[in-house]
Structure formats: C-alpha cells, structure tokens
C-alpha cells in the first residue's frame, strides 16, 4: 500500500531518487516496554517459586509481552523489507 502511494505522488517527469528504512531505534522504543515487563515476571515468577510451585503459572503471563515484542519486530521486518 505504501509503495503505491508513494509511486502516485511523482509527476510525469519526475521520480523517487532515495527510499530510506525505518530508523532501528523506533524499533527498540516499541519492545522497551515489553523487555521491562518480562525481565520483571521472569524475576517475580522466579522468587514467587520459593513461596509456592504454582507460581509457575506466573509464567503464562510471559505470553503478552512476548508476543507483543514479537509483532513488533516483524512489523519492522516486514515495512523495512518493503524498501529496494
């Protein structure tokens, strides 16, 4: 989608000279988030463990931010693949 809109703003004589990617640390600004969070349930699981074994239930709330973090980075992947 991008790419056609960025073909369709040229006009006749004129064209694209430099298509740049996306700057890494927009990248890391949107995983932040999810590295603090599960670098903080990997720790409270960890010391819940010695309190009780079903704490590693804990362990199950690694899902969001890790999956979060993940459609991120393909994201990223996939909009700067899109550049030539």
């Known amino acids: ?4 809109y960025l073909q369709s703003l040229p006009g006749e004589s004129e064209g694209i000279i430099l298509v740049t990617r ?6 890391v600004n949107a995983i932040l988030l999810e590295v603090i969070l599960t670098i903080v349930i990997l720790v409270g699981v960890t ?15 690694l899902i969001c931010p890790v999956g979060r973090g993940l459609y991120e980075d393909f994201t990223w ?6 550049t030539p």
């Open 22 to 27: 996306q700057y890494w640390l927009r990248m």
């Open 77 to 82: 992947r996939a909009a700067a693949s899109n």
């Open 47 to 61: 010391f819940g463990l010695t309190l009780s074994p079903l704490a590693a239930i804990g362990y199950v709330l």
């Open 1 to 4: 989608m991008a790419d056609r």
